[in-house]
């Protein structure tokens, strides 16, 4: 069982940063998939960043494309999102994943769910 848990958001003026952080508790962690979802109010949740186990290929979300760097340290087990040049509209509640296998960009693929930290951008 991976047990996922986010840190770092907050409330940010638009043009700002912030970094995410997913802690994992299992010793393995560089055997599973790492992704980074968010969710806004109303609205579904949504694929923002995903990275496979070696660091070697990372995929992003075409909203955020050049804004986030996703990255992940096996050695600590954890994942980071680093998100700059914020924007309203990524104001969500940001959720870290694990999945065995490739690396994906598909919500269903993902076992393990952190319970979420919130990222509020005001303009």
């Known amino acids: 069982q991976v047990q996922l848990v986010e840190s770092g958001g907050g409330l940010v003026q638009a043009g700002g940063s912030l970094r995410l952080s997913c802690a994992a508790s299992?010793?393995?962690?560089?055997?599973?998939?790492l992704g980074w979802f968010r969710q806004a109010p109303g609205k579904d949740r949504e694929f923002v960043a995903a990275i496979d186990w070696a660091a070697s290929g990372t995929d992003y979300a075409d909203s955020v494309k050049g804004r986030f760097t996703i990255s992940r340290d096996n050695a600590k087990n954890a994942m980071y999102l680093r998100m700059k040049s914020l924007r309203p509209e990524d104001t969500a509640v940001y959720y870290c994943?694990?999945?065995?296998?490739?690396?994906?960009?598909?919500?269903?693929?993902?076992?393990?769910w952190g319970q979420g930290t919130q990222v509020t951008v005001s303009p």
């Open positions: 299992v010793g393995a962690i560089r055997t599973y998939q």
């Open positions: 994943a694990a999945k065995r296998g490739g690396s994906s960009n598909n919500i269903d693929a993902y076992s393990y």
